[in-house]
Every structure is written in structure tokens, then in C-alpha cells.
């Protein structure tokens, strides 16, 4: 379906247009032997006052969160519970669960971070096709942690650059590359906000000088699409192994060609 108002297409990175990180958790897991998405619940029941959410927002120096991020997910009292209620929504077996737990949140977030640097081709080739059709602002929206690094950082956040190399983070938590795709790029460390907040969603319109409702917003995690859609954002899910999909919803939303890569000069395709 042809959306002609849409002015703005908004991506999340990790996922979206970089490899996810949640791939290296559940290999972690594997390694383990913890059961599928354990370590995940365990993030996502802790909510905005876990590790994880608050080093999103920039709260925590990199080291203080290695600490509590690892004292988190060694939590197993309050992670079996969790797990229990999970395996209940999804009307699954509970498996066993561990007793005991010892996780190294940094050989944990290194371990993402390493993992997520590449491209997603599919994701990398239809930004380059709304770049050059000119016809859309490109918005990056993510929950991400360019701001422990660069101008502005204080003293205590900054990191050594022996650590970035150890996360593969020579260039930075977001690289130069990757910021010059967009038109405007906003970071939930930088902010002080995280998806799945509405007032994130709300900042960056406003920003951009856009409504929710001219914009169409790409993800992976359902919980941050439906806030975007209640926002009145048209919505697309970016399952893992589903960029192409993805990619060619977007294309019937605008009607134009993301799939071809572009050398020289822009051609339209009507997709009506």
C-alpha cells in the first residue's frame, strides 16, 4: 500500500541495519547451558532500573555497568522467577534453572558489541537508495552508547582506548560511517531517553521537525513498535533473517526500488 505523506523513515541500528548483539547473548547461553532467552529476560524484567537500561541512557560509566550488569545477570532468584512467568505466557515447559550463576558482564558485552559491527546489506542498500532519491529524511533512532565517547564526555565517562579495541569499538561506539547515512542520528545515551519511552519516539519528531504520523519506523523488538504505533508511526518488524522482507515493505510503502544497488544516478519504480 502506497503511503504518500510519509516524509520520514526512522531505523533502529542494532538489529535493523547492524547484526544484532542479542545474537551473541543466546550463544552465550548455548555456551552455558542456559536455557533459550534467560539471560534476555533477565535484562528486560529488570526494567529501567537494571544495568542495561541505564547504561542505554547514559547513567552508568562504562566500568560501573561491567559490575552491575554482571551482578545483575548472576541474579538467579530473581531471574528463575522471572523465567517461570515467561515460560508461562508462552505456555511452554519450564525447564531447569540454574541454582548458581557467575556471568562476566564485561566478556558478555564484549562479546555483543565484537558481534554487531557488520552491515546488514539489505538494511545498507535501501538507505543508500533513500539518500540518493532525496525525497525522505533518514532517521536513526536507537538505543545505543555514543555518548561515552567524543566531544563533550567528562573525564570519568571516557573510554581508554585499550577498551574500545576490546570491543571492537576502535572508531567509537558509533562510527563516522554510520552516522553520515543519516540525516539526523539520536542515541539514547546522548538523549538521556530509551525506547521503548514514548517521549523518546516524541524528541526525535520534534527534532526533525515531524509528525509521529509522517513517518514510517523500522525495528526489531516488538515492545518499541508498538509504542511507535500508538504514536500514530506506520510500523515495520525486522526480524532476524528478515531484512529483505523488511526491505520490500518499505519499498510497497513508498514505492520506490530499495532492493538495487545504486552506481550512478537515481531511477523510480512505481510500486503502486
Known amino acids: 500500500m502506497y503511503l504518500p505523506h510519509v516524509k520520514v523513515v526512522m531505523f533502529d541500528i542494532g538489529g535493523v541495519v547492524l547484526r544484532s548483539p542479542f545474537i551473541a547473548i543466546a550463544d552465550y547461553e548455548t555456551e552455558k547451558g542456559l536455557p533459550p532467552h534467560y539471560l534476555n529476560v533477565s535484562i528486560t524484567s529488570r526494567g529501567s532500573s537494571g544495568a542495561w537500561e541505564r547504561f542505554e541512557r547514559g547513567e552508568l560509566p562504562l566500568f560501573d555497568f561491567y559490575a552491575a550488569f554482571s551482578h545483575d545477570l548472576s541474579d538467579t532468584t530473581n531471574a528463575n522467577i522471572w523465567y517461570t512467568e515467561y515460560c508461562e505466557r508462552k505456555r511452554m515447559a519450564c525447564p531447569k534453572l540454574p541454582e548458581h550463576l557467575r556471568i562476566d558482564g564485561r566478556d558478555l558485552f564484549g562479546r555483543m558489541m565484537r558481534s554487531a559491527t557488520s552491515y546488514d546489506t539489505n538494511m545498507l542498500t535501501a538507505i543508500k537508495n533513500l539518500r540518493v532519491a532525496g525525497k525522505w529524511r ?21 573510554i581508554p582506548a585499550a577498551e574500545l579495541e576490546f570491543l571492537g569499538w576502535q572508531g567509537g561506539p558509533i562510527s563516522d560511517h554510520l552516522r553520515e547515512l543519516f540525516d539526523h542520528f539520536y542515541d539514547s545515551s546522548t538523549v538521556g531517553l530509551r525506547k521503548p519511552d514514548p517521549q523518546f519516539y516524541l524528541y526525535a519528531c520534534k527534532e ?15 515492545m518499541n513498535l508498538k509504542t511507535a504505533k500508538q504514536l500514530g508511526m506506520t510500523t515495520i518488524h525486522v526480524p532476524i533473517g528478515g531484512t529483505l522482507q523488511a526491505v520490500k515493505q518499505l519499498e510497497e510503502y513508498l514505492g520506490i526500488d530499495l532492493t538495487t544497488d545504486i552506481i550512478e544516478g537515481y531511477s523510480e519504480r512505481t510500486k503502486l
Open 138 to 158: 533518514v532517521i536513526a533512532l536507537t538505543n545505543n552508547f555514543g555518548g561515552y565517547h567524543g566531544t563533550g564526555v567528562s573525564p570519568s565517562q571516557e
Open 208 to 222: 526533525s521537525g515531524v509528525n509521529p504520523e509522517h513517518v514510517i519506523f523500522l525495528d526489531d523488538i516488538g
